[in-house]
């Protein structure tokens, strides 16, 4: 069983930057393919970014590209999500999820972490 920890959120101004991270314990980390999704107040879940098992390949959702990096190091365990220039409308909770297929489809994802908030202010 995996176990999932977020971390890094918190108040940011438009414009401004914050990374994210989230740690992996209760399996070789190697091995997941790696999520990270957001829900905004009275929102449905929105899929952001994942990254591959090796960390090769990257997919984001069309509103991030160019401002958000996903990475991650299988030395640490850890997933990280970059988030630059951002803006009022990526204010939401942010969620890391495991899964054993790449995809950007919630429902591939079985593990999720509890959650980090983030706001921007305008």
């Known amino acids: 069983q995996v176990q999932l920890v977020e971390s890094g959120g918190g108040l940011v101004q438009t414009g401004g930057s914050l990374r994210l991270s989230c740690a992996a314990s209760g399996r070789t980390f190697s091995t997941l393919v790696m999520g990270w999704f957001r829900q905004a107040p009275e929102k449905e879940r929105e899929f952001v970014a994942a990254?591959?098992?090796?960390?090769?390949?990257?997919n984001y959702v069309d509103s991030v590209k160019g401002r958000f990096i996903i990475s991650r190091d299988n030395a640490k365990n850890t997933v990280y999500l970059q988030m630059n220039s951002l803006k009022p409308e990526d204010t939401a909770v942010y969620y890391c999820a495991t899964g054993e297929y790449y995809s950007s489809s919630s429902a591939e994802y079985k593990t999720w972490g509890q959650g980090t908030q983030v706001t921007v202010s305008s």
């Open positions: 990254i591959s098992r090796t960390g090769v390949a990257t």
